[in-house]
């Protein structure tokens, strides 16, 4: 699913790409909240990749709380996690963990 615009927070703002969950797509159902950034330029672990797929910019990795539906249906509230870089946008979301159902 894609949104447009700034659900997650962020300063860098960007369009929702696709959320993940073990290679396999999600649905987000709302918003994302209590938004915190938890990892900036070099502290990222992942940045070389993000470099490389999506270029050059000030990244950031974000987490936050979300209704998503999951590919056999069911509906819960997960911990998401995203990449984001000013100018570029959100780059990638996956759902990092089920916090209830």
Same mark, same amino acid.
């Given at each position: 699913?894609?949104?447009?615009?700034?659900?997650?927070?962020?300063?860098?703002?960007?369009?929702l790409?696709?959320?993940?969950?073990?290679?396999?797509?999600?649905?987000?159902?709302?918003?994302?909240?209590?938004? !915190?950034?938890?990892?900036? &330029? +070099? %502290?990222?672990?992942?940045?070389? $990749?993000?470099? /490389?797929?999506?270029?050059?910019?000030?990244?950031r990795?974000?987490?936050?709380?979300?209704?998503?539906?999951?590919?056999?249906?069911?509906?819960?509230?997960?911990?998401?996690?995203?990449? !984001?870089?000013?100018?570029? &946008? +959100? %780059?990638?979301?996956?759902?990092? $963990?089920?916090? /209830?159902?």
């Amino acid at each position: 699913m894609l949104r447009s615009g700034n659900p997650l927070g962020c300063p860098c703002g960007g369009i929702l790409r696709g959320v993940r969950r073990a290679h396999e797509e999600v649905e987000l159902l709302s918003d994302i909240t209590q938004v !915190e950034v938890i990892a900036v &330029g +070099r %502290q990222i672990r992942e940045l070389p $990749r993000l470099r /490389r797929e999506y270029g050059a910019g000030r990244s950031r990795k974000c987490k936050g709380v979300a209704r998503v539906r999951l590919p056999d249906g069911a509906i819960v509230t997960a911990e998401l996690h995203c990449y !984001e870089a000013h100018g570029l &946008g +959100r %780059q990638d979301t996956k759902v990092k $963990r089920v916090l /209830r159902g």
